[in-house]
């Protein structure tokens, strides 16, 4: 799994190319899959140059990915689980969010990200199959991290550009070192990511979890519990969990 240059690697980024990708996973995994699809059709860059200056710019990301969703019309205010969710989520520590479709996972997060005085330090990234491609996942990952200020990340912006590099031991890193000297706490929501099966892709998820920097507050939201060092996190007093048992509805939201 996760040998995405057709030649060996696991994890590492293919020279750069152009293809059309319809945004979904397919084929192996580490590899994507090049299908015409017409209307909508998204052109992705893949590991290609810098298109200006210094920093590479994100061809072909989608910003609905990007995007907060915004809470369903008619939705139950659950101010109680939004205070709670703010009390437990501390920068350098994991919040994870685990429920199965149509407990509002999505719902109580943007609802929580719309209620926080620093809203526009929150960054979303929407998980689909498609984020398989370990280096499509993180190109998503640094440009939604690194909306708040473009230049912030250009390290590890030009590493994902470049041909031949291990994403796991050079773009992490390199991003783990531009997050720890941010000085204004970052928060970062990865929904459905449930999604993601490609070994490759949670090894380096797992790298940024034992890593945390202390600025940035990372929250998971899952149908499912994510391959990662949960018991550890435990122990170490960095994990906060939601589950079903937060997410009912109680006397008081009705």
Same mark, same amino acid.
């Given at each position: 799994a996760g040998d995405l240059?057709? &030649?060996?690697? #696991?994890? =590492?980024?293919?020279?750069?190319? !152009?293809?059309?990708?319809?945004?979904?996973?397919?084929?192996?995994?580490?590899?994507?899959?090049?299908?015409?699809r017409g209307a909508?059709?998204?052109?992705?860059?893949?590991?290609?140059?810098?298109?200006?200056?210094?920093?590479?710019?994100?061809?072909g990301l989608l910003r609905t990915k990007l995007t907060v969703p915004r809470p369903r019309p008619g939705a139950l205010p659950r101010t109680k689980l939004i205070e709670h969710l703010s009390a437990v989520s501390a920068p350098g520590?994991?919040?994870?969010?685990?429920?199965g479709a149509g407990w509002g996972k999505s719902t109580l997060l943007a609802s929580w990200i719309d209620s &926080?005085?620093? #809203?526009? =330090?929150?960054?979303?990234?929407? !998980?689909?199959?498609?984020d398989n491609d370990i280096v499509r996942f993180w190109s998503y990952l640094v440009a939604a991290l690194g909306a708040h200020d473009p230049g912030s990340l250009a390290a590890?912006?030009?590493?994902?550009a470049a041909p031949g590099v291990t994403v796991v031991d050079e773009v992490v890193p390199a991003l783990l070192n531009e997050l720890s000297v941010v000085t204004e706490p970052l928060t970062l929501?990865?929904?459905?990511?449930?999604?993601?099966?490609?070994?490759e892709v949670h090894?380096?998820?797992?790298?940024?979890?034992?890593?945390?920097?202390s600025g940035l507050r990372l929250v998971i939201a899952s149908r499912t519990t994510p391959a990662l060092p949960l018991t550890r996190l435990r122990g170490q007093?960095?994990?906060?969990?939601l589950t079903v048992a937060q997410l009912r509805l109680s006397a008081s939201d009705a």
């Open positions: 240059d057709g &030649r060996g690697g #696991a994890g =590492r980024v293919r020279p750069p190319d !152009v293809e059309k990708s319809s945004g979904r996973y397919g084929g192996r995994p580490g590899r994507s899959r090049s299908r015409s909508g059709e998204v052109v992705r860059v893949v590991g290609g140059p810098p298109e200006r200056g210094d920093v590479p710019q994100p061809g520590r994991l919040t994870l969010v685990v429920a &926080r005085p620093d #809203a526009d =330090r929150h960054a979303w990234l929407s !998980v689909d199959e498609g590890s912006a030009r590493l994902l929501v990865v929904d459905d990511y449930h999604m993601l099966t490609n070994v090894r380096s998820m797992q790298l940024l979890v034992e890593q945390l920097p007093g960095r994990l906060a969990e």
